[in-house]
């Protein structure tokens, strides 16, 4: 494999999917770090040589430039035992994929971002007109997470998979976004499960 | 395979990718259509049966039941020429897919739902106070992929993918949501390249 970089804010969740993937799959990646509240994703280089879309994660695979978290972990676990096998399966795992960068993440890891990053204080009158709407979107995100993990003990095809890194990066810190993760106990169960995997790193 | 049901709703986008791909892989699916203006997909029976997230598009495959439509997309084209083999390509395929569900799905479909289906009148006025930064965001999507289809036929691996017909969808019906697409011409010279596929399908 060419060698990887990681272009990443390392109190980022979707960037420590890929670290967390990357550790699970035994390979080596390169960090560089980007202060995102300065807005160094958002310079002419960074724009031009990195992401036209300005945000972090990107994963630097030789010359190549892959954004997107989902995208750089199912590239890292190509033909690893952490995508299924079987095809309803592996598509089950990508809904889990999808279903948090639209669900999950817009409303948990925002008010995350927004709670403990930017400050109660600095929030726009749009930021701050939204909170209510994106605190019912996750507190729902999280309570369907809790009925499906009562029922299977990881998210897709019963056994871990890239489907439980992506969803584990926020829902473990779904407490600093304002949720009581208390009142999940099957995420709170999971969220060990997950934790106790062979060669797990935390954030 | 097993037999296929599509549950959705005829104008939505992201039932539409679901079709595409089914014509262009040459699948048969049943089509059931659930009245979302009227809150059919928040039944009890929908939750309880097809999908406990209360969206549509869900494609059934038996008595299996797989949400999100980037994940119905690509169980469809699994195997077929519509994923490329090249790792890297097929993820920077997956990386278009993740990227229209977060950058221009919330920013371009939404306004599309608002004005031409709910109705500039009857928006809440959370709904209301958000339109003009998705107006920006939407925008700046379209830029993204216009300078990126400047310089390539297809989003990725320069051939018809997965993500070419994900992200058609939407855009091709931008217009719809207050977008001029002639202010793209790359874009509009790839929707026309898409159209002209064979095995194309209308929405």
New interface residues.
């Given amino acids: 494999m060419s060698k990887l970089i990681l272009h990443e804010y390392a109190q980022s969740g979707n960037c420590y999917k890929i670290r967390l993937t990357a550790a699970h799959v035994g390979v080596a990646i390169e960090r560089r770090d980007y202060d995102i509240m300065a807005g160094a994703t958002r310079s002419p280089a960074f724009l031009a040589s990195v992401n ?2 300005g945000r972090i994660p990107v994963l630097q ?1 030789g010359d ?1 430039f ?7 972990c ?2 890292l676990a ?1 033909g690893s035992p952490l995508i299924p096998h079987d ?2 399966d ?3 795992m ?2 889990w ?3 948090e ?3 999950h ?2 409303n948990i890891a925002t008010l995350r971002f927004w709670h403990a990053f930017v400050g109660e204080d600095r929030l726009s009158d ?1 930021q701050r ?2 909170v209510p ?1 994106k605190q019912a979107a996750g507190a729902a995100a999280l309570a ?1 997470m809790d ?2 993990l009562a029922k299977t003990p990881f998210l897709a095809a019963g056994r871990f998979s890239v489907a439980d890194i992506a969803l584990y990066a926020y829902t473990h810190v779904a407490d600093e976004g304002g949720f009581a993760l208390r009142q999940y106990p099957a995420v709170t169960a999971w969220l060990a499960r997950v934790a106790a995997q062979p060669n797990h790193i935390p954030m």
């Fill in positions: 036209p879309n695979i190549d892959l954004p997107e978290s989902g995208a750089a199912l590239y190509d095809r309803f592996r598509a089950d990508l809904h994929m999808f279903w960068q639209y669900n993440e817009p749009l007109v939204q709407a369907l009925a499906h």
